[in-house]
C-alpha cells in the first residue's frame, strides 16, 4: 500500500497529539491524556477512518515501545493498531520520537542516543516491513530550542552550544535510523517535520531576523546535506565549540531519496522582535547580548499582517523543490476560527497545487485535541484544546470541524454558515499592544478592513438580559454576524410575531436568551412564568423545525429537588420544587418533542462581570462597602461563569449537538462558600459573610437543597476556581470593582 497522488489530488491526512516530552524527571504523555490506550484506541481508529483521511500520522514512540539501548517491549496492541490502519484504507506516517529525549538511561546530549534510537527504529522496521512511511523525529529543531537554548524541556539547557549538539543528535538519529529502514524496506520514505517559522522585527534588529530566518531551515540543511562551509551558520555552528567533522558527516550521509518535507504552521509560527520594550510589560522583556527587545507574536503587533501559509511553504518549494505537506494545522482558538484555520489551510494548498508546487496534503492535527499546550507542556493544569473530536465526555463526540474534513474529503456539505469569511488573524480586533502612537495607531486600525461578516445571523431575544448580553459581546468578540431583539420587538409566545422575525433577519440560529426569571416572584405570578417560559420557548421551537433552524434555549438546575448527594446528570430525573423549576422542566419536554434537533442548556447558579445583579457581583460589592451579607450553607450549587458558558453554547450550536446539555463550571459549593472563596481572591475578610441555613433567609419559592450539575456529554467549562480567577482579573482591570 501506497500514498498515491493524482496532479490535481490534495490529501487530508489526520494526526493525533502524541508529544511524550520530559521535565526534570516527569514525563508527559498526550496519547495518555487523550485516553487513545487499548480497546479505545481502536475504536478511535474507526472513528478517524470515517474522515476520509487518506494518511494517518500515528506514534509508534520509543518511550512507550522500547528501551534507551532499543530493544523493543511486547508490541501485541501497536501490531492491531497498525494492521487495523491499513484496513481501514489509511497509510500510517509512523512516528518514532515526538518532543522526546527518549526513555529513561539516554536523552539528546547522551552518547547512547543516536545508536539506541536507530536500532529501535530498525527493530520497528523488521517488525512491520511493509510500512513505508516514517517521521523517526518530529521538529527536530523545535525540540533543540525548547531542550536546550530555552530549557522548558529535559534536560533544560541555556546555551547555544547545546542546542547545537541536541539538534545535530536528533539529525543523526534520523539519518541513521532511515538508513536502517531502508535496508530492511528500500520503498520507506521520511515525511521530515519542522515548524514554519519567520521573525520580523523593528530595524534595529534586523541582524537577530536574519539569523533567526536562516536558522529556521537547519534542520532541513542538515539532513539534505547542506551544510557545508559555505552555509551562513557554518561559523555559528563552530563558534559554539562544534567539531567541522560532525557538520561533514551530514554531507556524506545526507538523504538522497524518498524525502516529503513537512511544515507545521500555527498562527504563533510568525514572531516579531520589537527594542521598544518600554511598550511592553517587564515580564516579556528579553533580548541577546547586545539588545534587549521583546518577542510577540506577529499577528499580534504587525500591522501588515502575517506572509502566511501561502508564502512560507512557497519559500520552502523553492528552496528544496522537493515534495511538501502540510504536517499540522491547528488552531487553538473557538470553533468558527478552527475552522477557518483549516479552511484557509485547504484553499492556499488548493491555490499552490494549481500554481505547479508539489504539496501532498494538509493533516487535520490535534483529531482528539491536546492538552496543557498553553504552558509549553510543562505542567499539567488540565488545560485541553479541543481538535476534530471532543473527549471530554463520554464519547469522543464529532465538533464542526469533523463535518468540514469530510467535507474536504467526500464533498458533504459544510458544517455551518459561521465558516464563511476571514478569521480574526486578518483583523483589527487582532491587536493586543500598543507600539505605535495614539493617532498612529488609531489610522492603522482604520485602515485595516474589520471582520468579513457571515452571510447568515445568529439571532438573539432576551437582548437586555444577562445572557442576551453576554451572547452579543461574545458574538462581537469572534466576528459572528448578530441581530439582538428586545421584547417589544418580538412576542415570541405569538406565532405570527415569530414567523415575522424569521422572515426579517434569516437566521441560521437562534438563541433563546428571554425568558421569566424572578424565581420568587413566579410563585404568585405562574401564568406569566408559563408564558416566557413554555409558550415561547415552543413557538421558537416549532419555527426552527419547520425552517431548518438551529435553536437554543436555557433551563435550570432548579428543575431538581436536591434530594441526592450526588451531582446531577443529564438523564437524571426531574422533580421541581417551585414554579419556576416546573416551567423550565415542562419547557423541556415541549421544546424536544416539536424540535428534537434543539440544544438545551441547564446551567446554574450565574455570575461574570458584565452583571451587577448576579448573587457574586452584588455580595462583592457590599463587601467592598463593609457590609455583611447573609448566605445559605446548606444550598449547594454548580456556579457558572457567564463568557464560559456563552463561548461553549456557540461552539455546540456550530458543531450541530442537540439534547438536554449540562453546562457548569466544575465545582460544588454552597452558596456561602462560594461568596468565601471569592472574597479571599478579592482580599476582603470572611467574617463579614453570614453563613445560615437556607430557610433564615425566608425566600418565596422553595429550593434544593443540593442542585451541583454534572455530565456525562462532556465537563466543557473550566473549573471554579480558574473561572474565579478569571473573573477576578476582569473586575480588577475594568475597575468595575472598588477594592
Not at 539516554?106 to 536507530?118: C, M, R, W
Not at 546535506?225 to 558527516?249: C, M, Q, T
Not at 451587577?612 to 457590609?627: H, I, K, P
Not at 461563569?641 to 460544588?668: F, I, Q, T
Request: contains cysteine; hydrophobic residues 40%; charged residues 20%.
Amino acid at each position: 500500500m501506497s500514498i498515491t497522488f493524482s496532479p490535481m489530488d490534495l490529501q487530508m491526512w489526520g494526526g493525533l497529539e502524541c508529544t511524550v516530552n520530559r521535565v526534570r524527571n516527569r514525563y508527559f504523555d498526550q496519547l495518555h491524556l487523550s485516553g487513545h490506550r487499548g480497546a479505545q484506541s481502536l475504536q478511535d481508529l474507526e472513528l478517524l477512518a470515517g474522515m476520509g483521511l487518506t494518511a494517518l500520522r500515528y506514534p509508534v514512540l520509543w518511550e512507550h515501545h522500547g528501551t534507551a539501548g532499543g530493544s523493543l517491549r511486547e508490541l501485541p496492541l501497536v501490531e492491531r493498531q497498525l494492521e487495523k490502519i491499513k484496513s481501514l484504507g489509511m497509510e500510517p506516517i509512523v512516528g518514532l520520537l515526538h518532543h522526546g529525549s527518549g526513555p529513561p538511561g539516554t536523552d539528546l546530549l547522551s552518547a547512547n542516543f543516536v545508536e539506541g534510537f536507530s536500532t529501535y527504529a530498525a527493530r520497528i522496521a523488521q517488525k512491520f516491513p511493509w510500512i513505508e512511511y516514517y517521521t523517526p523525529i518530529n521538529e527536530p529543531l523545535t525540540t533543540a530550542r525548547f531542550s536546550g537554548l530555552y530549557g522548558h524541556w529535559y534536560p533544560h539547557k541555556r546555551s547555544d552550544r547545546d542546542f547545537a549538539l541536541m539538534l545535530l543528535q536528533q539529525c543523526r538519529a534520523i539519518l541513521s535510523a532511515m538508513r536502517q529502514i531502508q535496508r530492511i524496506n528500500p520503498r520507506a520514505k521520511l515525511v521530515f517535520t519542522e515548524n514554519l517559522e519567520y521573525v520580523h522585527s523593528t530595524p534595529p534588529l534586523k541582524y537577530q531576523t536574519d539569523f533567526e530566518n536562516e536558522r529556521r531551515w537547519l534542520s532541513a540543511d542538515l539532513i539534505l546535506g547542506k551544510v557545508g562551509r559555505g552555509h551562513p551558520l557554518w561559523d555559528y555552528f563552530r563558534d559554539a565549540k562544534v567539531n567541522r567533522g560532525e557538520l561533514e558527516w551530514f554531507q556524506r550521509n545526507k538523504l538522497v531519496r524518498g524525502v516529503i518535507l513537512g511544515w507545521n504552521y500555527y498562527v504563533t509560527s510568525e514572531r516579531f522582535l520589537d527594542h521598544r520594550i518600554s511598550l511592553y510589560p517587564p515580564r516579556m522583556h528579553g533580548g541577546n547580548n547586545r539588545h534587549a527587545y521583546v518577542d510577540v507574536e506577529a499577528v499580534r503587533i504587525r500591522r501588515q499582517g502575517l506572509l502566511g501559509l501561502e508564502c512560507l511553504l512557497t519559500q520552502a518549494w523553492e528552496r528544496y523543490g522537493l515534495p511538501l505537506a502540510l504536517t499540522e494545522c491547528h488552531l487553538a482558538c473557538h470553533r468558527e476560527s478552527q475552522l477557518r484555520w483549516l479552511w484557509d489551510a485547504w484553499q492556499a494548498g488548493r491555490r499552490l497545487r494549481k500554481q505547479g508546487v508539489d504539496l501532498r496534503a494538509v493533516t487535520a492535527w490535534s483529531m482528539f485535541g491536546s492538552h496543557n499546550w498553553n504552558h509549553l507542556c510543562t505542567r499539567d493544569d488540565g488545560h485541553y484544546e479541543s481538535g476534530v473530536f471532543d473527549i471530554r465526555g463520554q464519547t469522543r463526540r464529532p465538533t464542526a470541524l469533523a463535518h468540514l474534513v469530510k467535507h474536504l474529503t467526500q464533498k458533504t456539505p459544510l458544517p455551518t454558515t459561521t465558516l464563511i469569511g476571514k478569521g480574526w488573524w486578518n483583523g483589527p480586533e487582532r491587536f493586543c499592544y500598543s507600539p505605535f502612537n495614539t493617532a498612529t495607531e488609531s489610522k492603522v486600525r482604520r485602515s485595516l478592513p474589520t471582520t468579513p461578516q457571515t452571510t447568515a445571523k445568529i439571532l438573539i431575544l432576551g437582548a437586555n438580559g444577562t445572557l442576551g448580553r453576554a451572547f452579543q459581546w461574545a458574538c462581537r468578540e469572534r466576528g459572528l454576524d448578530h441581530v439582538a431583539c428586545v421584547r417589544n420587538q418580538v412576542d415570541i409566545t405569538d406565532s405570527n410575531s415569530v414567523a415575522a422575525m424569521y422572515e426579517q433577519w434569516r437566521p441560521w440560529a437562534i438563541i433563546n436568551a428571554a425568558g421569566y426569571v424572578r424565581v420568587d416572584q413566579a410563585e404568585s405570578d405562574p401564568r406569566s412564568c408559563q408564558l416566557a417560559n413554555v409558550t415561547g420557548p415552543a413557538q421558537l421551537a416549532c419555527l426552527a423545525r419547520a425552517r431548518g433552524v438551529r435553536l437554543l434555549t436555557f433551563s435550570s438546575d432548579l428543575v431538581f429537588d436536591g434530594r441526592t448527594a450526588n451531582p446531577y446528570l443529564e438523564n437524571a430525573a426531574v422533580r421541581p420544587l417551585s414554579t419556576y423549576g416546573r416551567t423550565k422542566a415542562l419547557a423541556e419536554d415541549v421544546v424536544l418533542a416539536i424540535d428534537k434537533n434543539a440544544l438545551v442548556v441547564r446551567t446554574s447558579a450565574f455570575f461574570g462581570p458584565w452583571d451587577d445583579a448576579n448573587f457574586l457581583t452584588s455580595a462583592l460589592r457590599r463587601l467592598a462597602a463593609g457590609e455583611r451579607i447573609s448566605a445559605a450553607r446548606d444550598w449547594v450549587v454548580s456556579p457558572t461563569y457567564v463568557p464560559d458558558l456563552v463561548h461553549n453554547c456557540l461552539d455546540l450550536l456550530m458543531d450541530g449537538e442537540s439534547g438536554v446539555w449540562h453546562l457548569a463550571n466544575d465545582g460544588r459549593v454552597s452558596w456561602a462558600e462560594f461568596a468565601c472563596q471569592a472574597a479571599e481572591i478579592f482580599g476582603f475578610s470572611r467574617v463579614a459573610i453570614h453563613a445560615c441555613p437556607g430557610r433564615e433567609l425566608n425566600l418565596p419559592a422553595p429550593r434544593p437543597a443540593y442542585s451541583a450539575l454534572a455530565s456525562t456529554r462532556g465537563y466543557l467549562l473550566p473549573t471554579l476556581a480558574n473561572s474565579l480567577e478569571r473573573y477576578h482579573a476582569e473586575l480588577i482591570s475594568s475597575n468595575k470593582l472598588a477594592v
